[in-house]
């Protein structure tokens, strides 16, 4: 496994190695002891979750103010642009974000630690994303960051209207949402 730190270093972009011939292909998309050995991080996953959405759906950002939850995201099916922004007030990143394409085709993940705020938008027909994370969902300690807030200035790539729920519409803006320490 291949792992780049992006320009916030918590936030990892992930290759796994692929074996691929005439019949397909087979990878390992998660085992603890390399994922520790590769990243320096050790954690205990406790819940998959699986979506499917079609083009310029936007999930996102959430994050949990109790149970903040890390999560290893990959695509099973199509691309999506995937965000993290740091909400640590204590970080040096904080208020900052990173971004990355991940898709089925590649087969790249994304580390995103507990701490950060986590949205995607679809930039395929359609796009199954799978995650894992160190946290149970928890809807009461769900929060919700505003996807346009200006200040964060996050270029979405949507080709049309961003299709979402009315709680991401109604995100705080950074500057009113609660934080971490």
């Known amino acids: 496994m291949q792992v780049t730190p992006s320009a916030i270093p918590d936030v990892l972009l992930l290759e796994p190695r692929v074996f691929g011939d005439a ?24 819940q998959d979750n699986h979506s499917r959405s079609v083009r310029d759906v936007l999930r996102g950002l959430h994050y949990q103010l109790r149970q903040p939850q890390g999560k290893l ?12 922004v ?66 964060l200035a996050i270029p979405w790539p949507l080709a049309g209207e961003a299709i979402m729920t009315d709680k991401d519409r109604r995100g705080r803006p950074l500057a009113e949402a609660e934080t971490y320490a």
């Open 23 to 46: 019949r397909g292909f087979f990878f390992e998309s998660y085992n603890r002891r390399a994922f520790a050995g590769a990243t320096g991080i050790d954690v205990e996953f406790v």
């Open 73 to 84: 995201v990959r695509v099973t099916l199509g691309e999506i642009w995937d965000v993290a």
């Open 86 to 151: 740091d909400l640590r007030r204590a970080s040096p990143s904080f208020g900052r974000w990173v971004s990355f394409e991940l898709s089925a085709d590649t087969k790249r993940m994304a580390w995103i630690p507990a701490g950060f705020a986590h949205g995607f938008v679809v930039t395929s027909e359609a796009a199954e994303v799978q995650y894992k994370t160190t946290d149970y969902y928890a809807p009461e300690h769900e929060r919700t960051l505003l996807w346009n807030d200006a200040v």
